[in-house]
């Protein structure tokens, strides 16, 4: 059990193995056999995917965000919805026991 939620807040030495890797990838090393880095590359493909996706739309109907009048109302919500599922998110890692 980790004693932090993030496994890079933990100050514990790493394996033996570890010795001979670079002082700068150590930390990347270490997150590299925990589940949170599928959880975070997994997370980062969806988001560049879905950013993709809508310029391709926005470009495909010729659509410029800044002229919309709904565009303030559609910018908030999306923070407002990122923000909750960032709570959702984290708050199902703790029920699951995941970090």
Not at 44 to 63: D, H, P, Q, S
């Amino acid at each position: 059990m980790r004693k932090h939620l993030w496994c890079l807040c933990d100050k514990e030495p790493l394996p033996k193995g570890f010795l001979e890797v670079p002082h700068d990838t150590k930390s990347l090393q270490k997150m590299g056999f925990s589940s949170q880095y599928f959880f975070l590359t997994t997370l980062l493909t969806l988001g560049m995917m879905f950013i993709i996706y809508a310029i391709e739309f926005w470009m495909n109907v010729f659509y410029h965000p800044l002229r919309d009048i709904c565009f303030l109302f559609i910018l908030l919500l999306s923070i407002v919805l990122c923000i909750a599922l960032d709570r959702i998110i984290i708050f199902i890692g703790k029920l699951c026991r995941i970090w």
